[in-house]
């Protein structure tokens, strides 16, 4: 049974900078697909970037493209989202998720999916607050 803790988020003015952390346990497959997702009040929860056990290139949502890193350390089994020039628009709940494609679901698919019960595990989420 696969298990995702997020930590890191918390009050940024704009313009500032966030590291968000993904503890991820059980996903050691090459076929997990390993994504940030965020939901804003009232608004759908969205892909912004994801990335697969056996590729080191992140997808990035446009909505983020520039401003937000995703990498890992796989020694610690930790996924990382590095925040930079925050908006108030970035203000959302960020949620870790993983989901198992078989080698059939491409990164992106994964990451653009808008349907919550499609994707198999979610972390608590961590609230991230973008305001002066």
């Known amino acids: 049974q696969g298990q995702l803790v997020e930590s890191g988020g918390g009050l940024v003015h704009p313009g500032g900078s966030l590291r968000l952390s993904c503890a991820a346990s059980?996903?050691?497959?090459?076929?997990?697909?390993i994504g940030w997702f965020r939901q804003a009040p009232g608004k759908e929860r969205e892909g912004i970037s994801c990335i697969s056990g056996s590729d080191d290139t992140p997808y990035y949502a446009d909505s983020v493209k520039g401003r937000f890193t995703m990498f890992r350390d796989n020694a610690k089994n930790t996924i990382f989202l590095q925040m930079n020039n925050l908006k108030p628009e970035d203000m959302a709940i960020y949620y870790c998720a993983a989901h198992w494609t078989g080698g059939i679901r491409t990164v992106q698919a994964v990451c653009n999916e808008r349907n919550v019960h499609a994707i198999n595990y979610w972390g608590r989420g961590t609230l991230v607050t973008v305001s002066l």
């Open positions: 059980g996903f050691t497959s090459p076929y997990y697909v």
